[in-house]
């Protein structure tokens, strides 16, 4: 290839390049789009893996590239861990999964600004790069590193490696905002300063440091907020990281995560009736023991699977209520048969979806879809509320936490003011669980001790499968 003809192909390359990522950019938003409803969400994850596959190609075609040997030996080495982890871990084990993939990502993000810093360094050009490159540098380095260990602590919490309960101790918060204040100091030093490499490795030091420290606090059972934040600073970093290379897909693809991941934390935090300042500062979890005290006593009355099938059978309205039971017990077919038999029956049959029953946002429509119930028989909480004094059996399937009566009359109680689904204002409850187990929370539930409750034990599968034999046989 002559001179011009090189150039003429570098040039039609590079279109290329933006020409996918464009095509890209396009795909993740409506993939996003396609995922904010559960009909089309599967659609919406296809569009997003195709945006992404494309990004993937576009990149490859660099012409910066000079050798694809790593980067090949990455991709193989990656896409067998990824297939194995979706083969190996299971659905109730999500969150620390998707907790352990914010990391790996931001980890990413971190080390190509650190990569980057040493490689303007080592050639002298870091004091002639422009501030907001260098501000983009060092946010990219920081957000990434603390969402790096932030990340691995809230794995480490869901799996239960590490205490679930707030490690707190006096003065945390000073602490933690001493912490934080010397991280930013260091970060505009680096501004004006950009080759005091010492001070630049404070900075890395105090933001692995800084992760740790603000996500400690935190009980587990706030972690799904804390890991919908982190998602969103990792998103941020890699938008910064995409402002650092040049990187068009990247600085879209980031912003988007980034502002997905914040606006689902608020919308978590609305469902619980909380705010980010008192989930990540709150130490939501360490008061169980006393709040629990305030809430329960008397006796739970347990019922055989044949007389509550006899209720069921002859109701009129039913309404399920799935929690994590549900998901633990792998109960979404054995719902969906129940549900038929009583709907041959003549029963009208509801489900009552809380925004944060089970594990991860949308669990409960992700294991209801898999079982193809209708979307049309999915009432969220402000839906089906109103209807529950006009319901005859209301079927609380391994729910604990978000129909706890306590949030909404005690006060005193952890999470008093947590919007539930007021499954005690049906004619009749029945819950079906394992034993005396507490939610997740760790909150006593007096639910299981009111008038209107009957408690069916056993794992969920097996007794809604016996419910629906028992139906059957009336
Ligand atoms: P939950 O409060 O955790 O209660 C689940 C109940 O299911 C337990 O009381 C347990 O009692 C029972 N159970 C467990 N395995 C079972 C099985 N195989 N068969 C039957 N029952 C079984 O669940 P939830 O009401 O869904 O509330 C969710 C909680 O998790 C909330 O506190 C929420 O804030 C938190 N959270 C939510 C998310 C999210 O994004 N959705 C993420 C993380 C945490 P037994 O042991 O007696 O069976």
Redesign the pocket.
Known sequence: MDHSATSTFLNGSSYFIELTYIIASIFFILGLKNMSHPDSARKGMFLAEAGMLMAVIGTLMNREIVSYEWIIGGLVLGSIVGALMAIWVPMTAM?ERTALSHAFGAAAAALVGIAEYSIQYSAGVLAELPKFKVGALGFEIMLGALTTTGSLIAAGKLKGVIKGTPIQFKGQNAVNMLVFLVMISCFFYILLNPTAQPVFYTMVGLAVLFGVMLVIPIGS?D??VVMSLLNSYAGLAAAATGFVLGNNVLIIAGTLDGFSGLILSIL?CKA?NRSITNVLFGGFGAVVAEAAAAGAGGTMREITPEDAAVQLAYAKKVVFVP???LA??QAQHAVRELANKLEERGVEVKYGIHS??????G?MNVLLAEANVPYEVLYEMDQINPEMSTTDVCVVI??????NPDARDNPKSAIAGMPIIEVDRAHSVIV??????????GLENPLFFKSVTTMLYG??KVSLTNLAQAVQNI
Do not use: E
């Open positions: 969150p059972a972690m799904p978590m619980m929690g994590y039971g633990t017990a944060v029953a089970g594990r991860m946002p669990h391994g729910a604990n936490d978000v129909v079906l669980k394992r034993g005396q187990g507490r939610g997740f929370s794992d969920a």
